[in-house]
């Protein structure tokens, strides 16, 4: 099956070959040759720590090009952060047509960030991984209609077109199903256009990018309806950190150094944000990624509230047993997955 995609979340519009194969998966680069490192780009501002530890090197394995949405990470790597907890870490550029199950399981990367939506397809295909810590506490998935279509409920969308991305499909077509909608999915990358240019009555975005986005095109806020998955029952988090069950037998420090490390570097970008930004920023552009500071600044706040609630003081990094098995049900259900895989054999915390 061949599909024409209208432009790609990571290129501009190209061809993704045998869909129904990586729709289950998030894709990612392997090149270790060109992993993100210390060395790359120039260092910003003084390195806050130092470390005589003998340092240990590791991969991470993000779902996206340089962005806010990794701010923690690049902040941790510039600021010495990582090598303070005897950490080298490297992040593999974005890569859309390596597979996370592939390089999970060949080993390429030692730790992932994945959707549990994703993670839970991979394990049902049978690669071990396992989820260490749970970054984000709701998800920030949601689909935007335009007042002007009259799409006001859930409803209203049944017979309309919904522009979704590549890969990603799952929440809404879970989503459709419970209310019983025939709505017709359009295939996408990151492009607004089709929404933008009524081409579609439906778009699926994330809170802390999309939608952002789609108001710096000159839609206001109130000229919107905005329909949050977590409203409907359909809490899919995102930002696990997930390795193969393997790597934690085997070096449970290891596992337990780099989340540590995590927390401490996310705390350091939310209460930098500026010069976290800038470091973002500078990370972007060695890879050639166009960049808007005043959209990483909303990301970058946006991320905070999904990573430390209002009335929270710090990251708790807990995945609910309820949250996990409503989710995986949802997915049984639907027949997206065959395997009912226990809730203490995927999710193993370190903290």
């Known amino acids: 099956m061949i599909l024409k995609i209208y432009s790609s979340k990571h290129f501009s519009c190209f061809y993704i070959y ?3 194969a990586i729709a289950l998966m998030l894709p990612v680069s392997c ?5 993100t490192t210390t060395a790359e780009p120039p260092a910003h501002g003084e390195v806050i720590y130092e470390s005589n530890k003998e340092l240990r090197t590791i991969t991470l394995l993000p779902y996206w090009v340089p962005s806010s949405q990794f701010a923690g990470y690049y902040a941790g790597i510039e600021k010495g952060i990582f090598e ?5 870490l490297g992040i593999l550029p974005y890569d859309p047509q390596i597979s996370a199950a592939s390089a999970i ?3 390429k990367a030692d730790f992932a960030l994945l959707w549990l939506v994703n993670a839970l397809e991979i394990r049902d295909k049978g690669v071990d991984i396992v989820n260490i810590a749970q970054f984000s506490s709701r998800s920030s998935l949601m689909l ?3 007042k002007s279509s009259g799409i006001s409920d859930i409803g209203n969308m049944n017979g309309k077109r919904a522009a979704i991305w590549v890969g990603f499909e799952r929440q809404p077509q879970l989503l459709f199903r419970k209310f019983n909608l025939d709505v017709e999915i359009v295939p996408i990358g990151s492009s607004n256009s089709l929404f933008l240019q009524d081409g579609v009555d439906i778009i699926n975005a994330n809170w802390f990018d999309e939608y952002h986005s789609i108001l710096n095109n000159g839609i206001a806020g109130d ?3 905005k329909f949050f998955f977590a409203d409907y029952g359909f809490n899919f988090l995102e930002d696990g950190m997930y390795c193969l069950n393997e790597k934690l037998r085997n070096d449970p420090a290891l596992c337990n150094d780099f989340i540590e490390a995590t927390l401490e570097s996310w705390n350091y970008a939310f209460n930098n944000q500026e010069e976290a930004i800038g470091i973002v920023i500078k990370y972007a552009k ?3 990624q166009p960049v808007n500071i005043s959209h990483q600044r909303w990301m970058l706040n946006a991320y905070k509230s999904l990573y430390i609630p209002d009335g929270k003081d710090s990251i708790n990094t807990r995945l609910t047993r309820e949250n996990y098995e409503t989710i995986q049900q ?3 259900d639907s027949k997206f997955l065959i395997t009912n895989t226990p809730f203490d054999s995927i999710y193993k915390p370190v903290r």
């Open 18 to 20: 045998l869909i129904s």
């Open 31 to 35: 090149n270790d040759s060109h992993l």
């Open 84 to 88: 303070k907890h005897g950490i080298s």
């Open 105 to 107: 399981q060949d080993k």
């Open 144 to 146: 935007i209609t335009k």
């Open 223 to 225: 000229e919107l309806n």
């Open 286 to 288: 060695a890879q050639n």
């Open 330 to 332: 949802l997915m049984l």
